[in-house]
């Protein structure tokens, strides 16, 4: 909970927001989502025209939907946490035969490469927040990146 707080303070935090009230209030947790977007709404427009309680109303909002908004990226993060732990414990992709590459070892994919000639791409697996990714091997860049995550497509090299 403390971590959806520092979150909803860090994009209050040097706004027109600021000095005011923002602390989850209960009227307003009890809102349904789309009641709460709708009164958000309600006060679109310019603020310079509004008075001091409207903006300590917009501002409640305002806040009420970002911790809404982390406690569904919250939860999403989770899920995906324990979807990669349950195909990490079976060894194998979700609905498939084929093997999950371990950490640290190397892959390898075809990827289109210019004007469409397939190109062979190699990485090392390593973990990261929410599951595995590949950290490209040097002078292999797709578009620039230096990681990509590993998906069904990434075969262990030989």
Not at 21 to 48: C, Q, V, W
Not at 53 to 77: D, G, M, N, P
Not at 103 to 114: D, E, F, H, T
């Amino acid at each position: 909970m403390a971590d959806i707080e520092k979150a909803v303070a860090k994009r209050i935090a040097r706004t027109w927001m600021a000095p005011y009230d923002t602390t989850e209030r209960a009227d307003l947790a009890a809102m349904g989502d789309s009641a709460l977007t709708l009164a958000y709404r309600r006060f679109k427009g310019p603020i310079n025209d509004r008075s001091k309680s409207e903006l300590a109303e917009i501002a409640a909002l305002f806040a009420e939907l970002t911790r809404r908004h982390c406690r569904r990226k919250a939860a999403q993060e989770e899920q995906a946490r324990q979807a990669w732990a349950q195909a990490e414990a079976a060894g194998c992709w979700p609905n498939s035969e084929i093997p999950i590459p371990a950490v640290g070892a190397k892959v390898s994919k075809i990827y289109p490469g210019l004007f469409g000639i397939p190109m062979r791409i190699h990485g090392r697996v390593y973990r990261a927040k929410v599951g595995l990714r590949v950290r490209l091997d040097a002078g292999q860049p797709i578009a620039g990146a230096k990681t990509v995550d590993l998906d069904r497509g990434w075969r262990t090299a030989l």
